[in-house]
């Protein structure tokens, strides 16, 4: 999400005659996009702070913006904090940073806008740009859900949807400029209700994934992130019409102990978890999940940890961003009592990431030989004239190929497999696919 909002930053401002340049050092405006979801991410936001007080000691003409959820948590007390602060704005007003830069000059004084003036900001934002063959598009902002343990929801603000077409525009636009692969991003994008292009009745996200699929050019469509309790049968109907749909989901679990996913205020169950991948895998028999793991949420037992290697077991994970729980000020759970050592936590995260880290190798292992269609991003980084693409459960193959060839699709088949990449040739090409398999 930050990774778009900075992404739109770069077009606002282009728009108003700034360049990017490639050290903090020669710029003339540095903006910071802060991350809140846990402490350390937070903290970065100040270390980062810190490093550049020294730059604007040198070059007092320098301008420092900070976005994003510590600034919409914080507000003013990022100023009291790190007074050398210009300009502080939320997620939401991203698209102010132009007039908030000029009333800072105006006054003299340091600005704060962290509102939550629904989806306007969309509205002024210039058309996309896109660098390379795969492109993010937001379609829904903030998260409703409010997990016991998440600052979303308040830094973020709540669910508000895109209206169809802004999005089904954005997404064509992106194709005009080469575009083959999108992600549809959102905090929850099942839960999508934006304006149908009819203007009078609200689409789905099943309904919206139908309409991207059609725009000509868009080959690989991704989104992130889903919620399982509204991981409905349309979506995964979806799954069985629309072909451009990855073969891959991130479906975050969080735990697999029904009694941590109520404290977590999850809405789910274990079984109702394994209920929707089964159904899933009905339609798309090979598809892969990943998952998002909180371990040492305040009360976590062995028992409840348990269950969740029992869950993993069960849907045999390809990836997970899982962390220990972090303790966050002004949420539910902040005041929840946690007696589990912290040693005893991160033993458990370790023990979840060995066993996430076995089945990927699995997974990898029974790609040998399978031909898959995957988006050419670039040169290989080792080189040696190689390509390197990407294949739908996000595994990086390199192969030998024309550079014409990148930011297209292309068939390959995987004829090696190391720990964090595979090695592969251009499918139908039967003489290379011998010689590499040798
Ligand atoms: N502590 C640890 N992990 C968290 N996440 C969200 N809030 C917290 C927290 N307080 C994780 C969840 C979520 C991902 C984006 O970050 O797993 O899916
Ligand atoms: Fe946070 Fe996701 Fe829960 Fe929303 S659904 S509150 S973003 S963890």
Not at 173 to 202: C, F, H, M, W
Not at 248 to 261: A, E, F, K, M, T
Not at 338 to 362: C, F, G, M, S, Y
Request: proline fraction near 6%.
């Amino acid at each position: 999400m930050n990774d778009y909002d900075s992404a739109r930053l770069l077009d606002l401002m282009a728009a108003q005659g700034y360049a990017r340049v490639s050290a903090p050092e020669q710029a003339d405006l540095i903006v910071v996009i802060t991350c809140s979801i846990r402490e350390k991410a937070q903290e970065k936001t100040f270390s980062d702070l810190g490093r550049i007080r020294e730059i604007k000691r040198e070059n007092p003409a320098v301008r420092v913006a900070v976005g994003g959820c510590v600034a919409s948590q914080e507000g003013r007390r990022v100023l009291s904090r790190a007074p050398w602060v210009d300009v502080v704005f939320g997620p939401q007003t991203l698209h102010r940073l132009p007039e908030l830069l000029e009333k800072r000059e105006r006054t003299g004084r340091p600005q704060v806008d962290i509102a939550f003036p629904e989806i306007e900001k969309f509205d002024c934002l210039p058309a996309p740009c896109a660098h390379g063959a795969s492109a993010f598009v937001s379609i829904m902002e903030g998260c409703s859900k409010y997990c016991s343990y998440c600052v979303v929801p308040y830094t973020r603000g709540t669910e508000i949807s895109r209206p169809m077409m802004d999005v089904l525009v954005e997404c064509a636009q992106l194709a005009a400029q080469g575009v083959k692969e999108i992600t549809l991003l959102g905090q929850n994008v099942n839960a999508y209700q934006g304006r149908a292009p009819d203007a009078r009745s609200t689409a789905d996200f099943a309904l919206l994934l139908e309409y991207v699929h059609d725009i000509p050019g868009i080959e690989r469509i991704r989104y992130t992130t889903s919620h399982p309790k509204e991981f409905s049968d349309r979506l995964i109907e979806a799954y069985g019409r629309l072909p451009k749909l990855a073969n891959h989901v991130h479906l975050p679990v969080q735990s697999g102990s029904d009694r941590i996913l109520a404290a977590m205020k999850r809405g789910y169950t274990h079984d109702w978890y394994l209920e929707r991948i089964a159904r899933l895998r009905e339609v798309r028999p090979d598809i892969s999940v990943a998952t998002d793991f909180i371990v040492g949420f305040p009360g976590e037992t062995e028992e409840d940890f348990a269950e969740t290697m029992r869950l993993i077991d069960e849907v045999g994970f390809d990836a997970s961003f899982s962390f220990v729980y972090s303790k966050r000020p002004g949420t539910p759970a902040a005041s929840y009592p946690d007696e589990t050592p912290r040693e005893v936590k991160l033993e458990r995260l370790q023990q979840l990431q060995a066993v996430i880290d076995a089945n990927a190798a699995q997974i990898s292992r029974g790609m040998l030989g399978r031909v898959e269609r995957c988006l050419v991003f670039g040169p290989a980084k080792k080189g040696g004239g190689m390509l390197a693409a990407r294949t739908d459960n996000n595994r990086v193959v390199n192969f030998p190929g024309d550079p014409a060839l990148i930011g297209s699709m292309a068939s390959i088949r995987i004829t090696e497999v190391f720990p964090h990449t595979l090695g592969g040739v251009p499918a139908g090409d039967a003489g290379a696919a011998a010689a590499g398999e040798g």
